[in-house]
């Protein structure tokens, strides 16, 4: 397995170290073992990005000079397609993503969203003729022109590194914004990447930083509290979304947020391949880590006990076709991290102790080597009341729930303190689009249609988050709006 280059900060144009020359140890998902070390950067190392950050923004053209963002973004999306080897290492090391995965959210399908970015940004609006109007006297003619916010903090998570950092940092910088990027300490190679390309790309000292250390929190927070810096977007967990906001309202900090997910896939009772349907259900693509991971199956109860056995046979034929580095065909590998697998663990026993029906897996797999492995796992005999039904687990936990009807199966799923994604799967596709439309959720797939691409709004209702990450809605985020009106003499 390969050794990780020591990743290093990126602050007001220049590749640097932490202060004190401070490192830490880069834990490898599939080993346990150190793969590398980062720099762990101090609060004067993020002041300093901040600073860098405000100074761009304030004192230069980076927020009006439409063209010269848009080149540089796209020198960057060059350097990435150069870069495609070492990105895909540093996803299967340090996220542990298996080959499978690398191939499609960990690299190919970030890489198809940052060229949609590039084709939206001709859509994006940046004045709004309203004509003339108003009272005799104070008849004006009026405009809205769109204004980059300011200065971003994005904070991205570990689980899709490079998807996540490129849907944030790609939509600030093409709306003019300019940016701190502050990867998971799990992945900050993925994060000081975008150093080096913005080096190679030639941005302007300041435009772009990236911070990152060992302490999950230090940076996120001076961000969040800052008043220099103007809009937060965070992808991550929905208690660590709750604190952002809260601590973001000091300074009527503009927030958005993209949390947590429980959704949930329901096969209907027509299902045009039944067998199919229920065996694809498994989860087990990066181990489950995934916000939009379909992680409830709901099955009609006439057709319970076949779903269930479908399900049981599907597991069983999986077997060990998983958790193997090298391996091409592994779609799935360890878990992030020590904490996130006894995290794993504990929810597939308390799902034993609440009466669930273990159909497969279940254990930890030490076996598979001295890294962060959980079996497969799924649960039948699943009432939504259950914990391991409300409770987002984010690992290769599925949970398998009956429903009496359509309505009853609408009921389900919107009894849930999220609504981030889901699925509907019927031979009806209008029976399958009056679900979609009454689920409380902000993506719906109906017979496995692809409802998440970088063109299309992501984003989610109630717990799952505020505001829409990628298309040109994604963009727009990053933007206010201004009011001119000029009077019109009499």
């Known amino acids: 397995m390969s050794t990780l280059p020591e990743a290093k ?6 590749i640097c170290r932490a202060s004190g020359d401070k490192t830490y140890d880069v834990i490898g998902p599939w080993t346990g073992e150190p793969v590398g070390k980062a720099a762990d950067a101090s609060e004067a190392d993020v002041d300093a990005a901040i600073v860098a950050a405000r100074t761009a923004f304030d004192t230069t053209d980076w927020s009006t000079n439409h063209q010269l963002r848009f080149d540089l973004v796209k020198k960057m999306y060059e350097l990435l397609l150069e870069d495609k080897e070492r990105v895909s290492t540093l996803a299967r090391v340090e996220a542990g993503a298996a080959i499978g995965a690398v191939s499609r959210a960990h690299l190919d399908m970030a890489v198809a969203c940052y060229k949609d970015m590039l084709d939206l940004f001709p859509q994006v609006k940046w004045e709004k003729d309203y004509g003339r109007k108003g009272p005799e006297g104070y008849k004006s003619d009026r405009k809205v022109v769109y204004e980059a916010v300011g200065v971003v903090g994005a904070i991205t998570p570990w689980n899709v590194p490079l998807y996540v950092n490129v849907g944030k940092v790609v939509s600030a910088l093409l709306a003019g914004c300019t940016v701190i990027l502050k990867p998971a300490p799990n992945t900050p190679g993925m994060g000081a990447i975008f150093g080096e390309w913005a080096e190679k790309a030639g941005f302007p000292k300041g435009v772009l930083n990236v911070v990152f250390g060992q302490d999950p929190a230090l940076a996120g927070e001076r961000l969040v509290n800052d008043p220099r810096v103007d809009l937060i977007s965070f992808t991550g967990s929905t208690g660590v979304g709750k604190r952002i906001m809260e601590q973001g309202a000091k300074t009527l900090k503009r927030v958005f947020l993209e949390l947590g997910g429980k959704s949930a896939k329901i096969v ?25 991971v379909q992680s409830r199956l709901l099955v009609p109860k006439s057709r319970y006990a076949e779903a269930v056995a479908i399900l049981t046979k599907a597991y069983a034929g999986f077997g060990e076709n998983w958790g193997e580095f090298d391996n091409p065909g592994h779609m799935m590998g360890p878990v992030i991290s020590q904490r996130q697998m006894e995290r794993v663990k504990s929810y597939i026993d308390l799902g034993i102790e609440e009466g669930a029906t273990l159909i497969a897996g279940g254990k930890l797999r030490p076996d598979k080597g001295g890294g962060f492995f959980v079996e497969p796992t799924a649960f039948a005999d699943v009432t939504n009341e259950m914990r391991i039904a409300r409770e987002e687990i984010f690992g290769p936990v599925l949970v398998v729930i009956p429903f009496e009807d359509d309505d009853d199966a609408v009921r389900i799923a919107n009894d849930s303190d999220y609504g981030l994604s889901g699925g509907v799967v019927s031979a009806d596709v209008d029976r399958a689009v009056n679900v979609a439309k009454r689920i409380r959720t902000g993506s719906v797939s109906i017979n496995n249609g692809m409802c998440i691409a970088g063109d299309l709004p992501f984003g989610g209702y109630k717990a799952s988050g505020i505001g829409r990450e990628w298309g040109v809605e994604g963009i727009e985020e990053f933007l206010e709006s201004k009011v001119i009106a000029v009077g019109v003499p009499a």
């Open 9 to 14: 900060l990126y602050i007001d144009g220049v």
């Open 268 to 292: 209907l009772d027509d299902a045009p391949n039944f067998a199919m349907d229920i065996a694809s259900s498994m989860l087990i693509f990066h181990a489950g880590q995934g916000c939009a």
